[in-house]
């Protein structure tokens, strides 16, 4: 926490879609801060934003503001105006050095099927109805960060190369977090790697093995990950918690997000050892659709709402946001991402202004 008694929340609209969905989240926010809920508000700049203004994606003031909050809430980055940029000023290096400089090691994202969105999903509803399963994702190490890497020329050949690196230290933590997530919901956890080939993935599961002797009422299992993929489509629900790497993990969770109906859906929170977190969608700026008034605000509504459970402790005004999260669904209110059939669909402001009715409504109950 902060030196004030009072928690503060960064708020980072980033690129793209960004600051329209992360707008709807403000106002569920401001809602609640109307209701009795103490926080303060800051708004900063991140990704290609900061870059236009700053000619950085991470800027100092950005760095300053990171370290004084509490937790952050994050559009999204990215667009292809800025393909052309130096790779280390790119907007998604601002994002990967955000998630460096506070040690945000541990990704969690949920896959969770709301029953009004079955018919949303790609695969068939008795294979999905009721889903609801964990990813932890290792945000900090692995082949993004590791080090050597290049592309250079070699005997007039391109050439380019990434280091997949782990120690065990790394692998602990994140086996920590995976164990103790496991613990509070069906006490099964399955470790994903590829030992069978890799040098990095045979430490991951020693280590996680080593780990569970301190979690004897999980379940601990080993999947590689390529049957991790091919399991994730072929039947999701044997799956609780699943812990993998950074690499694996960023492929799965996306896979699992496509279960649920939309990538539209789904938060994520980004956490260090004190839980300070940085929260955001996973589904990315969207570039193609910014500036429509389309995009679905959910995942960063929802994202709001992990963000008040994890890092605040609000657990009863993360719980209001989902709950109307859910009666906004069973109104039947779809943006273009979730419509079906003949349902028109809503703006991405009156999606946010649904939820906020229902939310007004619970609160005063």
């Not at 800027?59 to 667009?79: K, M, R, Y």
């Not at 460096?100 to 099927?113: E, G, K, V």
């Not at 509803?125 to 290049?150: M, S």
């Not at 896979?255 to 649920?260: G, I």
Request: proline letters at 4%; charged letters at 20%.
């Amino acid at each position: 926490m902060t030196n004030s008694n009072t928690p503060k929340i960064l708020i980072l609209p980033g690129d793209g879609i960004g600051p329209e969905i992360v707008d709807e989240a403000v106002k569920v926010l401001e809602c609640l801060r109307g209701n009795g809920l103490l926080v303060e508000v800051e708004h900063g700049l991140i990704g290609g934003a900061a870059y236009d203004e700053t000619r950085s994606p991470f800027p100092e003031q950005t760095i300053a503001q990171a370290e004084s909050c509490d937790a952050i809430l994050l559009g999204a980055v990215g667009g292809p105006q800025y393909d052309e940029v130096e790779r280390h000023l790119r907007p998604e290096q601002g994002l990967l050095d955000i998630r460096a400089h506070l040690n945000l090691f541990a990704n969690l994202r949920p896959a969770l099927l709301y029953a009004e969105l079955a018919s949303a999903s790609s695969l068939k509803p008795e294979l999905v109805a009721n889903l609801d399963l964990l990813i932890v994702r290792e945000l900090t190490g692995g082949i993004y960060f590791g080090q050597p890497r290049e592309q250079l020329i070699e005997n007039n050949v391109r050439r380019a190369y990434n280091t997949m690196v782990y120690d065990e230290n790394e692998i602990s933590r994140i086996a920590h977090v995976a164990f103790l997530a496991a613990q509070k919901r069906d006490k099964r956890l399955c470790s994903v790697d590829k030992a069978n080939v890799l040098e990095v993935s045979l430490l991951w599961r020693e280590v996680m093995e080593e780990v569970h002797q301190q979690y004897p009422d999980v379940e601990l299992s080993h999947m590689y990950v390529d049957n991790a993929a091919m399991q994730l489509v072929r039947a999701p629900k044997q799956f609780d918690v699943m812990v993998t790497s950074n690499l694996f993990g960023d492929i799965l969770s996306d896979a699992a997000a496509m279960l649920t109906g939309s990538i539209g859906m789904l938060p994520s929170a980004s956490l260090n050892q004190e839980n300070k977190g940085m929260y955001e969608p996973i589904h990315g700026s969207a570039p193609d659709i910014a500036g429509q008034g389309i995009a679905n605000p959910l995942a960063t509504i929802l994202s709001l709402a992990m963000l008040l459970r994890y890092s605040l402790n609000q657990e009863m005004a993360a719980q209001n946001i989902e709950q109307a999260v859910i009666a906004t669904l069973q109104q039947g209110a779809r943006t273009q991402d979730i419509v079906d059939g003949n349902i028109q669909a809503v703006s991405t402001s009156d999606m946010g202004n649904a939820v906020l009715v229902n939310l007004q409504k619970i609160i005063s109950v």
